[in-house]
């Protein structure tokens, strides 16, 4: 069965930090991968997706994401965090490129400026 | 162009009754998701529709069920509310069965008291 690991459930930076947040899945067979975001009071928005190619894929606001097949990990960056980019991440995996997306439990961001 | 709407917003019941949530995809769009999202637990998979069959179920008891409707838009029934069932929930869609481009409404919480 399709699964999503998330490392963190609560990280917490300074602006201008630098920011990684770890995700694992589990699925035996040809993945679409994705990044979405939840700001406060808002729904939820895609900040990027991996179906192929280049395993490093750049997403809105300077994020950026690497897709490693032999660790089953997908993690997210961005060199130097803002204020606004406090939110809580979700990390999602989809079995090819239809149907529903298995989501790992989020990661909550607090930016202190 | 009007995003995917859910209603009601809010929605309180007590331990027993039954609740219905509803859901309007974009236009164009004929694949609806059904997503639960309760505190610390991240989306969890729920339901899909499309073209009006289901087409998935995560791992949710039977008193959870749905429907798709003529015009796409898609109700969510749960049965005999048990206070865990208290959660955002959350409705999706996309354009055909791909799952490149879902976007998600802001929500229903529903309150079991």
């Known amino acids: 069965a399709q699964s999503v690991s998330q490392h963190n459930h609560h990280v917490i930076l300074s602006e201008a930090a630098s920011l990684e947040l770890g995700c694992n899945y589990s699925?035996?067979?040809?993945?679409?991968l994705f990044w979405y975001v939840q700001y406060p009071g808002q729904h939820l928005q895609l900040l990027l997706k991996?179906?192929?190619?280049?395993?490093l894929v750049k997403g809105i606001k300077g994020f950026e994401a690497e897709f490693i097949k032999s660790k089953f990990s997908f993690n997210l960056r961005k060199p130097s965090v803002q204020w606004s980019d406090t939110a809580e991440y979700f990390c999602a995996v989809g079995g090819g490129s239809q149907g529903n997306l298995i989501f790992g439990k989020g990661t909550k961001l607090s930016v202190k400026p | 162009e009007a995003g995917v709407t859910q209603s009601p917003t809010h929605l309180i019941k007590t331990r027993g009754q039954q609740a219905t949530l509803r859901c309007s995809p974009i236009?164009?769009?004929?694949?609806v998701y059904w997503y639960q999202q309760a505190l610390g637990l991240g989306l969890q998979f729920l339901l899909w529709?499309?073209?009006?069959?289901?087409?998935n179920r995560g791992n949710f008891p039977p008193r959870f069920s749905g429907r798709q409707f003529p015009n796409y838009s898609s109700e969510l029934n749960v049965n005999a509310l048990e206070l865990e069932d208290s959660a955002l929930y959350l409705c999706?869609?996309?354009?055909?069965?791909?799952?490149?481009?879902?976007?998600f409404g802001s929500g229903t919480q529903l309150s079991v008291l």
């Open positions: 236009s164009g769009h004929t694949s």
């Open positions: 699925y035996g067979g040809t993945v679409n």
């Open positions: 999706a869609s996309s354009p055909g069965t791909t799952n490149e481009k879902l976007l």
């Open positions: 529709y499309d073209e009006g069959e289901e087409r």
């Open positions: 991996y179906f192929s190619g280049d395993p």
